[in-house]
């Protein structure tokens, strides 16, 4: 199957958050309780129960000027994918067959390995202390359904198929060059961006981290023979992410790699 | 809409004045993003910079109020250098007509006007007439001083664009930039929604809209039109069938007491629309409605001509303690009507209230508002648990007048009810309750026809609406066949031929069939009238019938046919009247005159054929036939154009002093303006009881410029107190660049905003603006001006 890809033209959003409210009634993912700051962009970060969310952004430009940025913010299913990289547990992250990186909280681990993986910052963990993100709406796909995102934005900054007829479209649009389609090997998420990505607050060049790269390489088949491996990666997320906050359940845990070696 | 939704991907250009459609109407955004790729200009004129501003390519910010006066500016622009499309002007307009020599406007006053009444006597408004058929006079030359053109040429030549400027505090080039960019885009639509209507000059705002686009020849054409963009799902519906106080339904004027007959009341209306009115009679009376007995016009209820009806009179008659009881459904006034605090003591004042909603709206428990002691109001109080509208069948007609079958998703929960099971059985009731009363004005409820079976209740309303032939017991298949001697019915004429051939088709489907390209669909749906698309769509076509924009046709005379024809239903008299008739020449045919008014006399037309009464009454607004810039209520500045005549000299207010009082802008410095936002639909009912809307806009709040806020020292999220005359609220901050300070008579005016869709009820609970807004009205309409009053704020 070809690889797919989600497009999102921030210059065509009208910061409606449709794709919010839709992602989150599809994943049947309850509300956060927030408050007016003072700024539109409700909540105020991703989260275990918020897979995508709008940043809005006030920016001055030339004198009198100023621009309203409205950008998606959302896992970005990287081709080169650091979460799944340096995830300890195979098949927690995996690759649908259309490109996209789903999670299998089952196997999840809760290691929060994945975030210091991430060059997106975009993992976030849910009261179980599992990894919870946006999937492209894997169990959508599989049955000839949009994402729910792109399915009700309705004008169409957010649009979805193969990724060719995508990148296609953002050329016909007047875009030359689109944010994701060579970076970290491919992102399953491309941005047609007006300017320079920075002023949307997207990496010009984003990268895995050296550290994540040297346990993808060395010390992860390590992990498979044996228990040592979450100690490693227990270490790594020290150095990596700083102390382990949230108090993982250690018992499902061992059952988990358990499981994995029997596999 | 004069036009539709799905129309507005063919324009060039768009001034979206008055709307932030990307907020609050955002499925037109699907029609005009399909426009910008191919290139269309997007204008967006507000005085916030909205998520509809974001999107657009020149946005423009205007004080709130002074609408007229931006129009004006480039209406007077357009004219003076000669930008207008002169062949459409003499062709669809009554350019050339003479008005009375006696008419004029001086000193911000039209001639007639009744000092103390707050009214015009508008005989001086009228056209010079031949004395024997009674039609107007026209002039040779579009030069001829008293011709329309002239006078209107006259009247704008006051609004330059340095005193447009200097009202709206739009820079001049900005103006400049506009109207050219108009010119030069064409064919352009025009989007507006409340930050238009909601004016003590709220009519004739639109009347600018229709001269602007009369003079570009962006009317009746595909991606033309001044487009309404109705608040509510359902709200044309509602207008069409008579939601306002003033008409019957198909905008029929309501009796007055002075037209006690029928014929009083045709010398008004004229014959073409008295013939509607017998056929709605029809509808409602059956057999009971005769020639003999008037077709029962004598059992309607008349309404006091000097009487205002509006929403405003309501809870100030129960102030007053004239009104006793209140039904109130499908509407949330303890949050969306201005001048809250004069609502609820209305309310309280009440013996009765009854409230059916899905929700405890804030109206129904308005006794529990913050810091009210219900132990001081009398009034008994019934809830009737009402269906959701996923919770009933029936039509909705959208903004673009299509008429769309909805079905039932899911059934009511409980003892809830729809509104029409709950009118049903009120209705039995009342007449069981009457059927013994020998009193005349009672006979009504004996009178009317209602018998509606349980099984198929809806469909059996839709029918009646469409109508019969009452002799063949057949459906109307369209206005056409409606006669004026009570052999057909229907129950809104303009609804006649939605249910044709016994179908229902505002059930139709089809989203695949659109031979024209542009997106019309005859067969999704159903529009009215006559499933026509695009109104006037006469005038897309040259004099003699053929389409002006080749690329986009309509409709056009089809010579060996004998008819019009195209791929709209031709708004047209007589199908076969050809452009050599005089009904082929009739652009604008439901104006008296058959053409387009550019200035908006009253006048009467007549047949030939019957002198006694006139055929049709065009309409003239009561506050002049022309746009004047008038100020809010509520103003920051004087008036530029006349000082002596600040605000609309029709308008009363205030109506009850106690309750009214002006704030000065001495004591009141900012111009506050409110409206509706994305997340929360009107006042809330609904969407502040989804904990996924309250998730992305949990409470109110206040935008305030950077300038002020950091005067004050407010920061983002701290709490701010707003106060008026009327009231005040503690909200918090939004503070944004998106509000800036707008240089007005040379004075610097700060202008902030906030949302009205809070209240004291529901899963969001926050202040409701609208105890800060103001309850003056549209001399019209009686639209409230919440767009335009005058605060204070500070810390709180």
Redesign the interface.
């Known amino acids: 199957m070809s690889k797919k890809s989600l497009l999102i033209m921030p210059?065509?959003c009208?910061?409606?958050?449709?794709c919010?409210?839709a992602c989150?009634?599809w994943n049947q993912l309850?509300?956060?309780?927030?408050?007016?700051?003072?700024?539109f962009s409700?909540?105020p970060d991703l989260s275990g129960t918020t897979f995508n969310r709008i940043r809005f952004a006030?920016m001055?430009t030339e004198k009198d000027k100023?621009r309203?940025l409205?950008v998606s913010q959302r896992c970005m299913h990287c081709e080169d994918a650091g979460c799944m990289k340096i995830c300890p547990t195979p098949g927690a992250l995996y690759r649908t067959q259309d490109g996209g990186v789903a999670t299998n909280k089952e196997k999840c681990i809760g290691c929060h390995l994945c975030l210091a993986g991430c060059p997106f910052n975009v993992p976030r963990y849910g009261a179980d202390g599992k990894m919870a993100k946006c999937t492209m709406c894997a169990d959508r796909i599989e049955n000839n359904m949009l994402p729910a995102c792109a399915k009700t934005c309705?004008?169409?900054a957010i649009s979805f198929g193969d990724r060719d007829s995508m990148l296609a479209k953002a050329r016909k649009?007047g875009y030359s060059k689109v944010y994701g389609q060579n970076e970290l090997g491919g992102l399953g998420v491309m941005f047609a961006f007006k300017d320079a990505p920075k002023v949307y607050g997207y990496d010009e060049n984003p990268s895995i981290n050296e550290m994540v790269i040297l346990w993808h390489k060395y010390l992860k088949p390590m992990s498979w023979f044996g228990i040592g491996g979450v100690a490693i990666a227990s270490a790594l997320h020290y150095f990596a992410v700083g102390p382990h906050k949230a108090e993982a359940p250690k018992e499902d845990k061992k059952e988990e790699v358990k499981q994995d070696e029997a596999k | 809409m004069t036009n539709h939704y799905v129309d507005l991907k063919n324009a060039k250009a768009f001034l979206i004045e008055g709307s932030n459609c990307?907020?609050n109407h955002?499925?037109s955004?699907?029609w005009i993003?399909k426009a910008k790729?191919k290139g269309a200009v997007i204008i967006h004129v507000d005085p916030r910079?909205t998520?509809?501003?974001?999107?657009a390519d020149i946005y423009a910010c205007i004080r709130p109020g002074t609408d007229i006066a931006f129009l004006g500016g480039m209406i007077n622009y357009i004219l003076e250098h000669h930008l207008y499309d002169e062949t459409y002007v003499k062709q669809n307009t009554n350019c050339y007509f003479l008005l009375k020599p006696e008419f004029k406007f001086e000193e911000g006053v039209f001639s007639g006007y009744q000092e103390g009444k707050f009214k015009y006597d508008n005989s001086s408004w009228g056209y010079q007439l031949d004395p024997q058929t009674k039609k107007p006079l026209k002039a040779k030359s579009l030069d001829d001083p008293n011709c329309v053109f002239a006078q209107l040429k006259k009247f704008y030549s006051r609004y330059t664009l340095q005193t447009a400027s200097e009202i709206t505090g739009i820079p001049v080039d900005t103006i400049k930039l506009i109207a050219d960019t108009l010119v030069k885009n064409r064919p352009g639509t025009i989007m507006y929604a409340l930050g238009i209507t909601q004016h003590t000059t709220g009519v004739q705002n639109i009347r600018s809209f229709g001269i602007l686009q009369q003079l570009l020849g962006n009317m009746g054409k595909a991606g033309t039109g001044v487009n309404a963009l109705r608040g509510e799902p359902n709200v044309q519906g509602s207008t069409d069938f008579a939601l306002l106080f003033n008409y019957l339904p198909g905008y029929l004027s309501y009796p007055n007491h002075d037209q006690q007959t029928l014929k009083d009341w045709t010398k008004s209306s004229g014959t073409f629309r008295a013939k509607f009115l017998v056929n709605l009679l029809k509808a409602w009376f059956g057999p009971n409605a005769t020639p003999e007995n008037d077709f029962g016009y004598g059992w309607i209820a008349k309404k006091n001509k000097g009487k205002n009806y509006s929403i405003f009179r309501i809870f100030e008659t129960a102030v007053e303690g004239k009104m006793k009881m209140l039904y109130v459904m499908g509407q949330n006034p303890m949050v969306t009507s201005p001048n809250l605090n004069l609502v609820h003591k209305g309310l309280s004042n009440l013996e009765m209230l009854v409230v059916a909603d899905p929700f405890m709206t804030e109206t129904a428990a308005f006794w529990e508002k913050p810091g009210c002691d219900p132990k001081t109001i009398n009034t008994e109080v019934i809830f009737l648990p009402a269906a959701s509208f996923l919770e009933k069948q029936g039509t909705k007609s959208n903004s673009g007048r299509l008429v769309q079958w909805c079905y039932t998703k899911i059934n009511p929960p409980g003892e809830a009810k729809t509104d029409l099971e709950m009118v049903d059985l009120l209705f039995n009731r009342i007449r069981k309750l009457y059927a013994g009363s020998a009193l005349e004005k009672d006979q009504v409820f004996k009178k009317v026809v209602w018998n509606y079976p349980k099984e198929n209740m809806y469909e059996t309303v839709l029918q009646e609406i469409n109508g019969y032939n009452l002799k063949t017991g057949e459906h109307l298949k369209g206005i056409g066949e409606i006669q004026p001697d009570g052999s057909t019915s229907t129950g809104n004429w303009v609804y006649a031929g939605c249910y044709a051939n016994a179908k229902n088709l505002t059930k139709r489907r089809d989203n695949k069939t659109d031979p024209s390209g542009l997106g019309m669909f005859p067969g999704f749906a159903w529009s009215w009238p006559g499933n026509m698309k695009v109104l006037y769509n006469r005038a897309s076509c040259d004099e003699k019938g053929q389409p002006l924009d080749k690329e986009r046709p309509l409709i056009w005379w089809d010579q060996a046919q004998k008819k019009w024809v195209g791929f709209d239903t031709p708004d047209v008299p007589v199908a076969t009247d050809g452009p050599d008739t005089p009904n082929g020449q009739k652009p604008f045919r439901m104006s008296g005159e058959g053409v387009s008014r550019l200035i908006a006399a009253p006048y009467k037309d007549f047949d030939p054929k019957n002198m006694d009464l006139p055929r049709d009454s065009s309409s003239t607004p009561a506050d002049g036939p022309m746009p004047e810039h008038y100020e809010p209520v509520e103003s920051p500045t004087a008036n530029k154009l006349h000082p002596k005549v600040a605000s609309n000299p029709c308008l009363k207010y205030p109506r009850l002093k106690a309750d009214q009082p002006i704030g000065k802008h001495s004591e009141f410095p900012y111009v506050l303006t409110t409206s509706g936002i994305?997340?929360h639909w009107c006042c809330g009912a609904f969407t502040r009881n989804v904990?996924?809307?309250?998730?992305?806009?949990?409470?109110?709040?206040v935008e305030i410029p950077e300038q002020l806020a950091t005067k004050f020292r407010i920061?983002?999220?701290?709490k701010v107190k707003v106060w008026s005359a009327r009231g005040e609220v503690v909200v918090?901050?939004?503070?944004?660049?998106?509000l800036r300070p707008l240089k007005i008579n040379g004075e610097e005016v700060f202008i902030i905003w906030m949302p009205y869709s809070w209240g004291f009820k529901g899963l969001s609970q926050a202040a409701s603006t609208n105890l800060i807004t103001i309850d003056a009205g549209d001399p019209n309409t009686w639209i409230q001006e919440t767009k335009a009053c005058l605060v204070n704020l500070a810390r709180a």
């Open positions: 210059e065509m009208s910061g409606c958050r449709a919010q409210v989150k009634n309850p509300a956060e309780k927030t408050s007016m700051k003072g700024d409700h909540p006030e001055p100023f309203w409205f309705h004008t169409q649009m | 990307a907020e955002p499925m955004l699907r993003m790729e910079f998520r509809t501003s974001k999107l994305a997340e904990p996924w809307l309250n998730e992305i806009s949990p409470e109110t709040y920061r983002n999220g701290s918090p901050a939004m503070v944004t660049k998106r």
